[in-house]
């Protein structure tokens, strides 16, 4: 009691502190709302408490086992939801945080004991626990097949054989990088809460040798999990709800989050809802019909600190700490709405849900999978054909198992729906017409053989059957604890106890006033579809003495029965579903009906929708319930997707939605965000949203939400595709050119027009990109600069034009640099003659070419005396007379050669003459140049003084 004080105590103090700083806590979170504009309306609560503190809540029947701290396990009577029974309690030596019911027995995670298994074959009575002892503390339970997986805080996840309850194996552990507080096992994994860690996934394909954890982080404490369709949903404490897709347990993606007020402790998810058990705030209730994008919560507060939360029926059964056991109305049964079905190639005999698919057997057609995320838009059918005509399925994890009359037992992998795997087949004697599979077995109703049962344990290599024949025509079967109840046909029901699957008992009969074609069990009744007679309710609180049947006359032929909470809902044949309150079943409700084109054969329901197999109609999906004040909007008019080319003009987006209390609706667009803001609207009255001319070609998703009072909403996205399927269109494209060399300030241009021109790029081939992206203009000419000094050959360009559709087009163009111009001597030195002896003499030559490649000089009639060398445009090019030469004349030709193979040439003759010759040295020139000088004057001298004497002799 001393401990129970101190407990108490502190919550006290936490509670306090919690409420000092709950208003900021609320602004920060929405500092523009206030959270009591979406609290729901009142629901009802009803209490009942407990000597301990709840940790973990399961219903089972008519009575919900809780774990409850010091006190062990707690067991009450919830038939009356208004007025619970009082407590029966089993103690357990260590402190009770878990529960869950398998057959006869809860399996308790019971602390520093381990796992605490305990009979509650009679729940009034429940029996002495059993223990196996863990490592560490065990936090978190959950039971699959002859398996025990429990969360045992630092020891990660411990798995223990329970094939014999009475004495379980030792504990096979696989440890996790934090600290596991819950675990749930899905197909051949088991997704394990590890606080610091997030999520841990564990293949446990081998449940003897698990294998490495994979992780996903999320970004507070993961203290509980749930497991629907592709995503897992985890209680990340002050991180509220962190959803994860598995849809490849290998590789889970990034947590989406949805935060609550409170601290999330425990998770469930019933159709589109997930339950948050939130600590001091009670019981958090989230619209997960988009997983990616979880609504806002909306609160049903409690009187304690909610730490578990279990689902049936219309109630939610919370843990609501020191305050024991919370159950909440949620839901309420409406008139069921008219039907929407998904036609099927066969004729539609059962169907089962799980997660987003829904299962349907066709008897000519095998397994039909149809996507039912959206229930008032399935998807269409993919089907697995099978040998044999399809009865009946029951989905476990990643497998279908089908009855498919005389094929027997078929097996189909589903781990990904949209794609079933072959099946694999089990024959059985008989003709297979029900199944239900419970652990390691698949109990199969096998018309004139009875009873079938195959061992499932690898679901690839079913074992050989063991039969148990019946009295009639065994047409359902339904296992519930250690007995299988079959729909027998003219004998009624037949009880068959199945402790031993290898060795089933005897049946024992109850017959019935009709035909029995289905059967379920729920708690201590089981409720036949009873064909003309409509549904017989039988009490199976003792299985081996069933008691007399009571009816519930329906107008047609009742094929096959579900129960939802206190409600039955049977396939009536021609009369279409029908369902009937038994929560009292010794006097059940009036018939409540839906007709359906078809003849229904077999129901299901999940959440807030009823799946029914409507024979020729194939799969109706009729909704037979609604959340209490939570109902979202109906859209009844929406846009389907579009596309328009980018020069459109005038178009719209147009919605309609109906709600009892409509608020306000937004829309956004994936990429620009919101495009229309919060604004009222009014139920029935259609939203237009005009699309804004001019936008870039692309796609575009709008996304409006139509939110209620209570925060209830439902969205439509429409893709709106801008795109421009034309490719631009050249409208001047240059022709093939040469260029000479030495060009400067050449450029090649396009001319195009499009709607929506992009870029381009200039590929020079065998190169690779010269220029761009570059961005270019519809009628506007696009230049390429051609650098200057490329060398002489062919370039190839290739202009690549793209726009903003993706379209592109293309030109190639060849530029040709080429030389046709010969070398210009623009200087030659000229002819030379020299005496010999002579010390130095150059021959000087200059030349000019854009493209200058080698020179030679040649002796003519020697041969080449230089080169070929290299020359430079506009460098002289020398060349030293050899000093040795002889006298003679020595002709030199030079040849100038550029790279496009022109040439130019220029001749020198050089004359080297010896003195003897004539060659006067330079010191002889001189004297005989002052000699001539003086016989001229003397000849002058001369001249004037002849005249004289000729005048005197003349005279």
């Known amino acids: 009691m001393q401990k129970l004080k101190m407990k108490v105590l502190r919550i006290l103090v936490v509670f306090i502190i919690f409420l000092m700083f709950y208003p900021s806590l609320v602004n920060l979170r929405n500092p523009t709302n206030d959270l009591d504009a979406i609290t729901p309306k009142n629901s009802s609560i009803y209490y009942r408490n407990t000597s301990g503190t709840t940790y973990g809540v399961v219903v089972s029947g008519n009575y919900a086992y809780i774990a409850d701290d010091d006190s062990g396990l707690a067991v009450i009577d919830v038939t009356n939801i208004a007025t619970p029974g009082s407590p029966i309690y089993e103690d357990t030596t260590g402190n009770a945080r878990d529960v869950y019911v398998s057959g006869n027995y809860a399996y308790v995670a019971d602390s520093n004991s381990g796992l605490a298994v305990i009979d509650i074959s009679d729940p009034s009575n429940p029996g002495t626990p059993v223990y196996e002892d863990t490592t560490q503390q065990a936090l978190g339970v959950f039971i699959s097949g002859n398996y025990a997986y429990l969360a045992t805080g630092t020891s990660g996840l411990a798995v223990i054989d329970i094939s014999n309850p009475s004495n379980p194996g030792t504990p096979v552990y696989e440890d996790t990088g934090g600290n596991s507080g819950d675990v749930f096992i899905s197909g051949n994994y088991a997704y394990v809460a590890d606080g610091t860690t997030g999520l841990a996934i564990i293949d446990i394909s081998d449940p003897t040798n698990p294998g490495t954890p994979v992780y996903e982080d999320t970004a507070d404490w993961a203290v509980g999990v749930f ?71 909306v609160y049903d507060s409690t009187i304690g600190t909610s730490t578990d939360v279990f689902i049936t029926g219309n109630y939610a059964f919370v843990a609501d700490g020191t305050t024991g056991l919370a159950i909440i109305d949620i839901a309420e049964n409406i008139d ?110 096998d018309a004139a053989s009875g009873l079938a049962i195959i061992n499932i344990f690898d679901p690839t290599n079913p074992g050989t059957p063991v039969y148990e024949n019946t009295a009639d025509w065994a047409g359902d079967v339904f296992i519930s604890g250690d007995y299988a109840y079959v729909a027998d046909g003219d004998s009624g029901l037949a009880v068959i106890d199945i402790s031993d699957p290898t060795n089933p008992g005897t049946p024992v009969y109850e017959d019935t006033n009709g035909y029995a074609a289905g059967v379920w069990v729920e708690g201590d009744y089981a409720f036949v579809a009873d064909f003309n007679e409509g549904l017989a309710i039988i009490d199976v609180s003792n299985p081996s003495n069933p008691g007399t049947p009571y009816y519930a006359i329906t107008t047609a032929d009742a094929y096959g029965v579900f129960l939802s909470g206190n409600y039955a809902y049977l396939a009536d044949g021609s009369a279409g579903l029908v369902h009937i309150n038994v929560r009292y079943p010794h006097n059940p409700g009036a018939s409540v009906y839906e007709d359906t084109t078809g003849s229904a054969r077999n129901v299901h329901v999940v959440g807030d929708y009823a799946y029914v197999a409507d024979y020729s109609s194939g799969l109706a999906i009729i909704q037979v319930k609604q959340r209490i004040d939570k109902e979202e909007p109906l859209i009844v008019g929406f846009p389907s997707d579009f596309s328009i080319e980018s020069d459109y003009s005038g178009y719209t987006l147009d919605w309609t939605a109906t709600d009892a209390n409509p608020d306000t609706y937004t829309i956004f667009e994936q990429l620009t965000g919101s495009v229309v803001n919060a604004t009222p609207w009014t139920s029935g009255n259609t939203i237009t949203y005009n699309i804004p001319d001019g936008l870039d070609a692309r796609l575009y998703q709008y996304t409006i939400r139509f939110w209620d009072d209570y925060g209830n909403y439902i969205q439509d996205d429409v893709l709106v595709t801008i795109e421009d399927t034309i490719d631009p269109f050249f409208t001047l494209i240059p022709n093939d050119i040469s260029i000479e060399a030495g060009y400067t300030g050449r450029s090649i241009s396009w001319t195009l027009t499009d709607a929506t021109p992009d870029t381009f790029t200039v590929e020079l081939i065998g190169i690779g990109i010269v220029a761009g992206p570059t961005t270019w203009e519809s009628g506007i000419n696009a230049y390429y600069n051609i650098p200057d000094g490329l060398g002489l050959s062919p370039y190839t360009y290739r202009a690549n034009f793209t726009d903003q559709g993706g379209n592109t087009i293309s030109d190639s163009v060849t530029i040709t640099i080429e030389d046709t111009t010969d070398p210009i001597i623009t200087f030659s030195s000229g002819n030379v003659t020299i005496a010999v002896g002579y010390s130095d003499l150059d021959l000087s030559w200059t030349a000019t070419d854009a493209t200058p490649d080698t020179y030679t000089i040649e002796l003519v009639g020697t041969g080449i005396v230089v080169g070929p060398i290299s020359w430079t445009s506009g460098d002289p090019i020398n060349y030293d007379l050899p000093l040795d030469l002889t006298p003679g004349d020595y002709t030199f030709n030079i040849i100038l050669t550029d790279e496009g193979g022109n040439s130019a040439s220029a001749i020198i003759t050089v004359t080297i003459t010896s003195s003897s010759d004539g060659a006067i040295p330079f010191g002889n020139l001189f004297w005989l140049f002052t000699g001539l000088m003086v016989i001229s004057l003397v000849i002058l001298r001369k001249r004037k003084l002849r005249p004289s004497s000729r005048f005197k002799m003349n005279n």
């Open 227 to 297: 497991i629907s369709g592709n995503y897992a949903y985890v209680a990340d404490r002050d991180s509220g709800l962190a959803v994860i897709d598995i849809s490849d347990p290998t590789s889970p993606g990034i947590p989406v989050y949805e935060d609550t007020t409170g601290a999330a402790r425990g998770i469930l998810v019933e159709g589109d809802f997930a339950y948050v058990g939130d600590y001091s705030s009670g019981l958090a209730i989230i619209n997960i019909s988009d997983p990616t994008n979880p609504g806002i919560p």
């Open 336 to 445: 069921p709405t008219t039907p929407v079905y998904e036609a099927t190639t066969g004729n539609a005999m059962d169907v089962q849900v799980s997660g987003d698919y829904a299962y349907v057997a066709v008897s000519d057609a095998g397994l039909a999978v149809i996507d039912i995320s959206d229930p008032t838009s399935p998807g269409t059918p993919v089907y697995e054909n099978t040998a044999g005509n399809c009865f009946e399925v029951d989905v476990q994890g990643d497998y279908a198992y089908v009855a498919s009359s005389a094929a027997g037992l078929v097996v189909i992998d589903i781990s990904n729906p949209t794609n079933p795997g072959t099946p694999v087949y089990e024959d059985t004697s008989g003709n297979s017409l029900g199944i239900h599979v419970r652990g390691d077995y698949a109990f199969i109703a």
